[in-house]
């Protein structure tokens, strides 16, 4: 009776993670639109989400901010690849509809089954297959030669790629370590890096708008705090291989967002090239037990 009620909990959180990580691209976009500088709204993010990261385990668990060097070493580099797709994500959003960022944003687990098998790891046919599936989605979903901007769609591709290369890190050097312990140095390590390309990239001085605030606190407090500490507590009752399949609600609901909250609409081909997509997501995430953790 325990372990059922364990697990209806489970679900019940990992659902949570899955709803506050979905607003992500929406806050964004609704942020960026409103002339604030996008470097400045994910620096913010990062600081506020990781100052309370630092302050909630300091009282509540204090254990899990012990690091080893190794570890220090490998969080570091799983957040300056973090780090880096999360600024191109940021840029893209003001070329692209959330809806639309969100969708190619779905194709990561491709990227990550390929660095898997260049590592040595075998690339079934299946995965081929899915590949193939996925490619075929997003010409759909893009409406080649239609009206998308290419400098968008090209931030959107170089964050998938660096997510994936975050993940298997993560998965690869890090899996021995307690998951809190990773999250809280690879975003500590985001906030570093983005501040240092806000102090030495160009910067813009504009006082922060209220929607820009807003942006911010709903990014830094929904969609990384809570989404990260729900995930994580989902993960202990469930276990990470059934929560990843989570992973494509969160990319419907974050277009569905998009739609009902900032008015964007999709073609019927775009629909169904998007839902080719999910479903090779959905095949890949079985097939090849990828793992996922929610990051916009």
């Known amino acids: 009776m325990l372990d059922k009620r364990n697990q209806v909990y489970g679900l019940v959180l990992a659902l949570f993670a899955v709803l506050t990580a979905s607003v992500a691209p929406t806050l964004v976009k609704v942020g960026v639109d409103a002339n604030n500088d996008p470097i400045t709204l994910l620096m913010l993010r990062l600081w506020i989400a990781s100052a309370i990261f ?3 385990f300091s009282i509540a ?9 190794r570890a220090l070493v490998f969080t570091s580099a799983a957040g300056a690849a973090n780090s880096a797709g999360l600024i191109l994500f940021y840029l893209a959003i003001q070329h692209l509809d959330a809806s639309v960022a969100t969708m190619l944003f779905s194709f990561y687990p491709l990227f990550t089954v390929l660095m898997l ?45 660096a997510y994936a290369l ?20 690879i975003i500590t390590t985001m906030a570093i ?23 911010i606190g709903g990014t830094a407090l929904l969609s990384t705090v809570l989404t990260r500490l729900t995930l994580f507590a989902a993960i202990r ?23 009902l909250l900032l008015g964007e609409r999709l073609s019927m081909r775009q629909w169904f090239g998007g839902l080719l997509i999910l479903a090779s997501m959905v095949w890949t995430l079985r097939y090849n037990k990828v793992t996922t953790s929610s990051n916009k």
């Open 117 to 161: 098998a260049l590592r040595g790891e075998r690339l079934r046919l299946k995965t081929l297959l899915f590949l193939s599936m996925s490619l075929f989605g997003i010409y759909l979903f893009l409406k080649m030669g239609g009206d998308l901007n290419l400098v968008g769609i090209l931030f959107i591709l170089g964050t998938t790629f």
């Open 237 to 259: 009752r469930l276990g990470s291989a059934q929560v990843s399949f989570f992973g494509p609600l969160e990319i419907l609901l974050g277009v569905l967002w998009a739609v």
């Open 166 to 185: 975050h993940l298997n890190i993560v998965q690869w050097y890090l899996s021995d370590y307690p998951a809190q312990t990773s999250a809280i140095y």
């Open 54 to 56: 630092w302050v909630f």
């Open 61 to 69: 668990q204090p254990e899990i901010l012990r690091i080893d060097s």
């Open 193 to 215: 890096i983005t501040t240092l390309v806000w102090l030495f990239g160009p910067r813009d001085f504009s006082p922060i708008s209220a929607v820009g605030w807003i942006s």
